[in-house]
């Protein structure tokens, strides 16, 4: 049924799980079944009741331990129609009974909801009541159809490193107001760069969904236009792709998803997420020492406080040394200077280039992106600067015994620094190594060029090759290989005949031939891969038994989901995908030329999602027949079969 609060309207599905449980999977199945064809109009969606069902056996209290394959069909269910538990507060258990090993409590009443339903509602929470009458507690929720009100806090934008004029402004605020001060107050300079970035931010137009709107506009007007200027065309087209491209990049950052990249027109996916994220991540009640549940936000903010206070709390050490003569000391003295030295700015800064710039700011509302893409402007120093920094370290190291290796230390000026300053601020700091150099035989700092920078490694290895004994005529049952190296479409090639190493083989166009095994929806399934060159050798090739699908279809689904994220993995691109299901294949064939294909199977439409969104640009795909995808299928019965975790393996 379908609820109006307002102008909210979301839809409400009580559920009762069969009793008997292969009735209850086919009801999993069929309510799956209804999300893929599209029976909820992507509408916010509330679903309760009695589920008879358990995700994992810590939901359950007594009695023996289910096998993980009887939650599977549940959890599917669960994440194919996006719905995820409201918080709930009372116990964990609903239902409770006894059995012949005794009692046993489940949880098999609970109330789920997408996530953006509980945007609509982001305060709801569910209360487990007594139990009276019943062996279930009745679940009682509670909605407050009042937006969190926070305080909307300064946060830097990655997407503004793009900006020339805010890079200027930090600049000339750094120069007027931060140059001067010492570098004890160091945290004031970073509040008054702060300050001027908000003052920035209040006098630009920064909403990519606007300008994303005024470019269409502007570019429907040019083509309306009696004489278009093409050359304006595709100026403003070239805008309108930056921009998409910064939404993106806006909605990954906001997500935390960290293991898929910006670039592959994910933005959807990555709003899903950033909603699905806040919904879990807020507040809305908390429990107090007392058991009291308290909802405002200033007896929220009282509990937080208490807890922390009560927990970082301490009365004090003293007389230790009963404890610490019987300690061992293993680091000398030697050892312990080596390692507490002052540390230098260039590792500062290698460190900082370490850093995943899509982390979560500090309280300052500066994350790592900050001070890695303004990092000539904070850093910046003058001799007296200097020798404040020299003070600042000291007095570091005097309170908490480390110091810096300056011997081991590299020091990186910018361009406008002059000669004599150099000298001067390396003769101070007792530094004779200026920019970096190589670690592990790799360069510690690649500039733009980074053909240049890698080049060495070419003639390295063609050096190998020219001397490896193995490389004779006589070895005929040797493999030949190939390195490719390059960048901007140049290539280096080194045809060989040894066995130098399986990673160094040909990396031109490539076909990957995967395959599913299934037998009915209640076994686990098989998926199986291989790998092969442009020459038909098979190099690589993978296998292992999955949850159980509801149908072979989207058992291939899987496999072919699965063979794309391995490759991805090993950037892998130009591979054509075969396989032998004339449903999944001859669709994507097609699909994945296209900007908005049509919709696919219903049954296996979110794995076509992520199978176009993985391969745009990368992969393509091909029917062929069973005769000629005999090794994947192979590999897929056998692990099928066998039940065997994921393999992977090279072929010498």
Sequence with gaps: MYISEGPTTFCLTYVYGNPKRKLRQQQWLKMETLVKAGLYQSKPRLVLGDFNEIQCNSEKLGGPAKPEWQFSNFRRML??????????????????GNRSTGTVKSKLDRIVATADWKNQFPKALVQLLDWIGSDHRPLLLQTENNKWKGTKQFRYDNRWRFKQDLHMALQKSWDQDCSHLPPQRFCEALKRCRNSLSRWKSAQNLNSHKLIQQLHLAIQKAYDSPSPDYNYIMDLKRKLQHEYQLEEEFWRTKSRIQWMQAGDKNTK????????????????????THGTIQKSEKEIQKVVHSYFTDVYSSSGSNNLEPVLQHIQSKVTVEMNQQLTKPVSEGEIYQALSH??????????GLNAGF???HWPTIKSANKAECQQVLQLLQLY????????????SAILFGKSVPTDTQQYIKGLMGISRTGFGRYLGLPEAVGRNKYDAFAYISQRVQHKLDNCKCCSSKHQDLTRMYLL?????????????????????ELSPIGMRPDGSWIDSNSKAGIGWALYTSQGRCVLYGSSSTDPTSSALEAEAVALREAILQLKKLNYQQVTFCGDSLTLYRYLEHAVFQHHPEPGNHEIQNYIEDILALAKGRYCFKFVGREENVMADNLAKQARQKLSPYTISWVY
């Design 355 to 364: 850093m995943n710039v899509d982390k979560a700011p500090g309280p300052d």
């Design 371 to 373: 001070y890695k893409y």
């Design 397 to 408: 190291a005097n309170a908490s015994g480390q110091h810096v290796n300056f011997q081991k």
């Design 79 to 96: 994440r194919v129609s996006g719905l995820h538990e409201v918080k709930t507060y009372g116990g964990l258990y609903t239902w409770i």
């Design 485 to 505: 190296w390059g960048g901007q479409g140049d290539y280096f090639a080194f045809a060989v005949h040894c066995r130098l190493a399986r990673e160094i083989w």
């Design 269 to 288: 996916y990555f709003h899903a997420k950033t909603q699905q994220r806040r919904s879990h991540n807020r507040i809305t009640s908390i429990q107090d």
